[in-house]
T-cell receptor, first 113, second 112 residues
Framework: GQNIDQPTEMTATEGAIVQINCTYQ??????LFWYQQHAGEAPTFLSY????GLEEKGRFSSFLSRSKGYSYLLLKELQMKDSASYLC??????????????FGTGTLLAVQP | DGGITQSPKYLFRKEGQNVTLSCEQN?????MYWYRQDPGQGLRLIYY???????QKGDIAEGYSVSREKKESFPLTVTSAQKNPTAFYLC???????????FGDGTRLSIL
């Protein structure tokens, strides 16, 4: 089956670093995406990993290990506006079709002063 | 600026009524998608289209229908056969099936 696991909630302090983990078991793998979603709003694209290793983009970095079915999103210098839900999504093949995104349930991050 | 426009932002449906959610994009993207988001659950794929005049069922297509007559437009109809339609509906598009999907602002559908 298709399965993506993320922690449900996390809390961190303003200015600190937080790591949000994602593990997946999917049939086929064409890349992993991270999205940020503020309450009541649409998800916005943060990062994309298709090869093993670290991708850095400003305060946000994302890591992928395909052999372990594991990714993490690293947020540095946390700001209050980073309080949001972070969605892990895997581009997979299932149901007889390719390139379908499977989303985790999201990790709700609360940044405290 | 290019983007994805969903309308209306809020929609109310009466029992036994069909309603249509609009999704328009001017990003020149080939692929378009409809997702449903319920509290405590991940986004679930309803329908997707990788090219004009072609679309496929996603994981929860029952009670929904779509059309893709133009590249820019991918409307979703929630039919009376969908027994639990209250949810946040998100439309997305991407250049190809492997590039990042960009989302509209969503439509929140409720039952009267």
């Amino acid at each position: 089956g298709q399965n993506i696991d993320q922690p449900t909630e996390m809390t961190a302090t303003e200015g600190a670093i937080v790591q949000i983990n994602c593990t997946y078991q999917t049939s086929g793998f064409n890349g992993l995406f991270w999205y940020q979603q503020h309450a009541g709003e649409a998800p916005t694209f943060l990062s994309y990993n298709v090869l093993d290793g670290l991708e850095e983009k400003g305060r946000f970095s994302s890591f992928l290990s395909r052999s372990k079915g594991y990714s993490y999103l690293l947020l540095k210098e946390l700001q209050m506006k980073d309080s949001a839900s972070y969605l892990c999504a895997v581009n997979s093949e299932y149901g007889g079709a390719t390139n379908k995104l499977i989303f985790g349930t999201g990790t709700l991050l609360a940044v405290q002063p | 600026d290019g983007g994805i426009t969903q309308s209306p932002k809020y929609l109310f449906r009466k029992e036994g009524q069909n309603v249509t959610l609009s999704c328009e994009q001017n990003l020149n993207h080939d692929a378009m998608y409809w997702y449903r988001q319920d509290p405590g659950q991940g986004l679930r794929l309803i329908y997707y289209s990788q090219i004009v005049n072609d679309f496929q069922k996603g994981d929860i297509a029952e009670g929904y229908s779509v059309s893709r007559e133009k590249k820019e437009s991918f409307p979703l109809t929630v039919t009376s056969a969908q027994k639990n339609p209250t949810a946040f509906y998100l439309c997305a598009s991407s250049k190809t099936g492997r590039t990042p999907q960009h989302f509209g602002d969503g439509t929140r559908l409720s039952i009267l």
